[in-house]
């Protein structure tokens, strides 16, 4: 109780008090436990007088609720008890020469003093009140801040696991916790964040036991758990011989506990407190809902991925000739990208667009596709259908707008000359000047009903050959150097080489 006294202004109370009775009385505060809070004059030995009261045995005896005596030799202590809302204030105390008889003086005395302190439990009571208020505000603030942290986190990712890392890394850093920790046992998901104050040298033991008995046990109590004390006894059946203080708040989905989130830190670091409780909470929540979202994405995902493979089978049905073109073209399309240094939305609009690129054949007539000689002008120009015919069937799709122009433009030219809209340069979407260099060298290496695929080298030179005229120089550029470095997709699609293997490469 002595520091709800703490910083208060009682100069104004002993003017309060020398106006009202017109007596400058040796007044002072004393907090419950008999020490005194502040003293009206500097020079007085009024505290240690009263210590020495209660050294002889004096115990602020109480006989009614108002101001009470107590005489020592010539002199009196006039004191009176101070309560508020949560008990026991302190004490207000005068000394005074002992009279014959209790002069009327002191009546004005003690009405003074109850009005001092009803006055002063009204400013501990509001001092209180702005102490819990700035708490609570504080607590807030922090709430926000970590909701802002998530917000911005998860619009700056893409959703999947590295969503989550980011997000605890960031709670991690925000809650100055040795580990943060995402747990959900049904899709064998454990990411985890570290912002160590002291090394963790059985990390992996501690993310094993979050998998364990802590999920279970969390499971079963659908509320978040603190353990704090070494001594708490349910270290004797979660983290077992482990030495951390541990927050763990469930996520909860569907009034169904689907993962955890857990905050692990060396003993020697502070408790976890009621605060932090609050923030786990909301972070579990957050999580919750982005769980949701990423399931939900995921299963668009899968959905994304069956409906293109069901999509590139129907063309292989067609012309089984042209088998595993689609997925070669996808694979070289997307290492050039990723040399490129592609951004995320770009890269995931050129992997749809070049695994896509031909599904436009599934309108082209069988015996046009499938002829295994020349093809005349009027079968040709079916071929040239294709693009548009592709742009026809995926526009429909919006998950594949970004993807639709790399798969129409394909077969344009560099110099204008090619198809479906005769586009020239830089004209021709960057997706589809990708996927002309990969779709050319795949043309040219796979084999054909009326002849077999050509080497890799033959395949670089015309490449080489038509730059600037079909294809993007740049683009060829960059191509070049990605096979340079002897990529192991060149054995694996089983393309012939004219020159044998230098000794390194075959090592």
């Known amino acids: 109780m002595h520091d709800a006294l703490n910083d208060l202004d009682f100069s104004r109370h002993a003017r309060w008090l020398r106006r009202t009775t017109g007596v400058d009385y040796d007044f002072a505060v004393c907090a419950p436990d008999a020490s005194v809070c502040w003293q009206q004059?500097?020079?007085?030995?009024?505290?240690?007088?009263?210590?020495?009261?209660?050294?002889?045995?004096?115990?602020?005896a109480q006989d009614?609720?108002?101001?009470?005596?107590?005489?020592?030799?010539?002199?009196?202590?006039?004191?009176?008890?101070?309560?508020?809302?949560?008990?026991?204030?302190?004490?207000?105390?005068?000394?005074v020469a002992t009279p014959d008889a209790a002069p009327t003086a002191w009546d004005a005395l003690a009405e003074t003093f109850e009005d001092i302190g009803a006055g002063i439990a009204d400013e501990v009571a509001a001092k209180r009140e702005l102490d819990s208020m700035a708490l609570e505000l504080s607590e807030r603030y922090e709430e926000l801040h970590?909701?802002?942290?998530?917000?911005?986190?998860?619009?700056?990712?893409?959703?999947?696991?590295?969503?989550?890392?980011?997000?605890?890394?960031?709670?991690?850093?925000?809650?100055?916790?040795?580990?943060?920790?995402?747990?959900?046992?049904?899709?064998?998901?454990?990411?985890?964040?570290?912002?160590?104050?002291?090394?963790?040298?059985?990390?992996?033991?501690?993310?094993?036991?979050?998998?364990?008995?802590?999920?279970?046990?969390?499971?079963?109590?659908r509320a978040p758990i603190v353990i704090n004390d070494v001594n708490d006894p349910r270290r004797a059946y979660i983290f077992t011989d482990l030495p951390f203080k541990l927050l763990c708040c469930p996520v909860i989905h569907d009034r169904s506990v689907v993962a955890i989130l857990v905050l692990a830190n060396h003993l020697a670091k502070p408790d976890f407190s009621n605060s932090d409780r609050k923030l786990g909470e909301l972070l579990a929540n957050q999580l919750s809902g982005l769980s949701k979202m990423y399931g939900m994405l995921a299963e668009t995902q899968k959905f994304n991925d069956q409906?293109?493979?069901?999509?590139?089978?129907?063309?292989?049905?067609?012309?089984?000739?042209t088998r595993g073109h689609s997925e070669r073209v996808h694979y070289i399309t997307m290492e050039i990208g990723k040399a490129m240094n592609l951004g995320s939305r770009d890269t995931d609009d050129l992997f749809w667009g070049s695994l896509l690129h031909d599904v436009g054949k599934i309108g082209i007539p069988d015996a046009v596709l499938c002829k295994p000689g020349r093809l005349t002008a009027d079968e040709f120009t079916f071929i040239k259908v294709h693009?548009?015919?592709?742009?026809?069937?995926?526009?429909?799709?919006?998950?594949?707008?970004?993807?639709?122009?790399?798969?129409?433009?394909?077969?344009?030219?560099?110099?204008?000359?090619?198809?479906?809209?005769?586009?020239?340069?830089?004209?021709?979407?960057?997706?589809?000047?990708?996927?002309?260099?990969a779709d050319t060298y795949d043309s040219i290496t796979s084999s054909r009903a009326y002849r077999a695929g050509r080497s890799h080298e033959v395949a670089m030179a015309e490449i080489a050959r038509v730059a600037g005229s079909q294809l993007d120089p740049a683009i060829i550029k960059v191509f070049e150097e990605v096979c340079a470095a002897e990529p192991e997709w060149i054995a694996r699609f089983n393309i012939a080489r004219d020159v044998p293997l230098r000794p390194q490469q075959a090592a």
């Open 387 to 437: 693009p548009e015919r592709s742009y026809e069937i995926l526009r429909h799709i919006d998950r594949l707008k970004g993807a639709v122009p790399g798969a129409r433009h394909h077969q344009e030219k560099y110099d204008g000359t090619g198809y479906p809209h005769g586009l020239k340069g830089n004209d021709i979407p960057l997706h589809a000047r990708i996927i002309a260099v």
């Open 64 to 95: 009614g609720d108002g101001m009470q005596r107590h005489d020592h030799q010539a002199a009196s202590l006039l004191y009176m008890a101070m309560h508020g809302k949560t008990g026991l204030l302190g004490y207000l105390v005068v000394r």
């Open 146 to 221: 970590l909701v802002y942290a998530i917000d911005k986190t998860v619009q700056q990712l893409e959703p999947g696991a590295d969503l989550f890392q980011r997000l605890l890394q960031s709670w991690a850093e925000h809650m100055d916790a040795d580990v943060a920790a995402f747990v959900k046992p049904g899709e064998n998901l454990c990411v985890h964040a570290t912002n160590l104050s002291a090394p963790i040298h059985n990390l992996d033991l501690v993310l094993v036991e979050m998998r364990g008995d802590l999920y279970r046990f969390t499971h079963s109590a």
């Open 307 to 321: 409906m293109a493979n069901a999509l590139i089978e129907a063309v292989e049905a067609k012309d089984p000739y």
């Open 41 to 60: 004059q500097a020079g007085s030995d009024i505290g240690a007088w009263i210590a020495a009261r209660i050294a002889a045995g004096f115990a602020w």
